[in-house]
């Protein structure tokens, strides 16, 4: 299984301070045969312009005996939208280029490039149809949001397992590798992180096999974050979670 496509998704708004170093932190960090998929919706700050760069650099496509890693750039101009950007990459990283595993990540470094392949292994040698990089397990960390953003996370997560079991700490987590089976099963649903406990969820009572792996978020070193700004942007996010963890509880009761 080894010699199977692995696919990271980016998907970038506004990103051009970090995606080159991402993006060269993946490659060197992930086995090949490896793929870089991102999907930006047309950056005003020209994030595309330096993916474009970037991939001019790589010329074999993944279908070709001797490739080993490759970045593609799909730019969307009359979307937008965190999940179905990733959705977006998702499909055409199972339908353009066939990849077995498919991962998924901020753009900002907070969740360190070489973890990547931490996730990616546990897939391949068998452990897990879903790998979820968590914050809230042992020895992984929170030191990128400050006390405010790490209570309503910790609510939230642990609001999410009450009411949807603890097979996961890390029900936000967004920073997931999967079996592309699992993909094609589970189209991920919702506008922000929320698709994430949909997600995890649905694959749980589906009888896929979900693992944490331990991670230190960290915080970004430029641009400006998208989490929330405030209490009240917070808030309304953290409203979105707990409307999908009770719509996901009342389908089973």
């Not at 949001?145 to 700490?169: E, K």
């Amino acid at each position: 299984m080894s010699n199977q496509l692995v696919c990271t998704v980016l998907p970038t708004f506004n990103e051009k301070d970090n995606i080159r170093p991402l993006i060269e932190g993946l490659i060197a960090s992930v086995p090949h045969p490896y793929l870089i998929l991102v999907v930006d919706d047309n950056s005003p700050d020209g994030t595309w312009k330096i993916v474009e760069e970037i991939a001019d650099n790589y010329s074999l496509s993944p279908q070709d005996d001797s490739f080993k890693s490759g970045v593609e750039l799909i730019k969307r101009i009359d979307e937008k939208g965190l999940t179905s950007a990733i959705q977006r990459g998702i499909n055409e990283a199972i339908a353009t280029y066939d990849a077995k595993i498919i991962t998924w990540m901020d753009c900002d470094l907070s969740m360190p490039p070489e973890d990547v392949p931490k996730l990616v292994k546990v897939i391949r040698e068998g452990d897990a149809d879903v790998a979820v990089g968590s914050r809230w397990v042992k020895d992984g960390k929170d030191i990128a949001h400050g006390m405010m953003a790490r209570i309503l996370s910790w609510i939230i997560n642990n609001y999410a397992m009450l009411f949807l079991g603890n097979q996961v700490h890390d029900y936000t987590s967004g920073f997931i590798a999967a079996r592309s089976e699992v993909l094609k099963k589970i189209p991920l649903k919702g506008d922000y992180g929320e698709y994430c406990i949909d997600l995890l969820c649905r694959a749980f009572r589906l009888g896929y096999h979900l693992v944490e792996v331990p991670y230190v978020c960290v915080p970004r070193t430029t641009g400006e974050s998208k989490t929330g700004i405030n209490l009240l942007d917070y808030l309304d996010k953290g409203r979105d979670y707990v409307t999908t963890v009770w719509r996901l509880w009342r389908q089973k009761n």
